[in-house]
């Protein structure tokens, strides 16, 4: 039973880690006053951009920073990378993607010492297939 167990927990970890094509790294951009993500996508993999139509099929692409003391956010988050248009034959229809980097960044003022918590979601598929969304956490500590 141990090993049945052992080899369950096995698969499920490598099916997990095996779905990660994003590389992320995250980081406080002083002189644009902004949290900012930047995520390496393996080259035969893309994600999905927010100007895709609500409903369309894929999940976008989204950073979000939890509201705390310490710091506003002042401005939506907004995509730095620029997506292009193609036809996705995951989804049948025309979507617009990034592939390789992505960057996107949420304004926000420092008022003191804080630690800022968030995280970006996103998904991402290749010619034939698609993961499902995947949650990356991160904090970042910042100094006024």
């Known amino acids: 039973m141990r090993i049945l167990t052992s080899a369950l927990f096995l698969f499920i970890y490598s ?3 095996s779905q990660n094509h994003v590389k992320w790294s995250f980081e406080y951009d002083n002189i644009n006053q902004a949290i900012v ?4 996508i393996d080259s035969t993999w893309h994600t999905y951009s927010i100007h895709n139509k609500n409903n369309s099929g894929p999940i976008p692409t989204t950073l979000t920073i939890e ?48 630690i800022v918590s968030g995280k970006v979601t996103y998904m991402v598929c290749d010619d034939s297939k698609c993961y499902p969304p995947i949650d990356v956490p991160f904090t970042i500590k910042l100094k006024k």
């Open 67 to 114: 509201k705390r003391k310490g710091y506003k956010i002042t401005g939506k988050a907004a995509e730095v990378s620029i997506p292009k248009k193609v036809f996705d034959a995951n989804f049948d229809s025309d979507l617009f993607i990034i592939d390789l980097i992505y960057i996107a960044q949420v304004p926000i003022k420092i008022k003191k010492d804080a």
């Open 37 to 40: 993500a930047y995520g390496r």
């Open 15 to 17: 099916q997990y880690f």
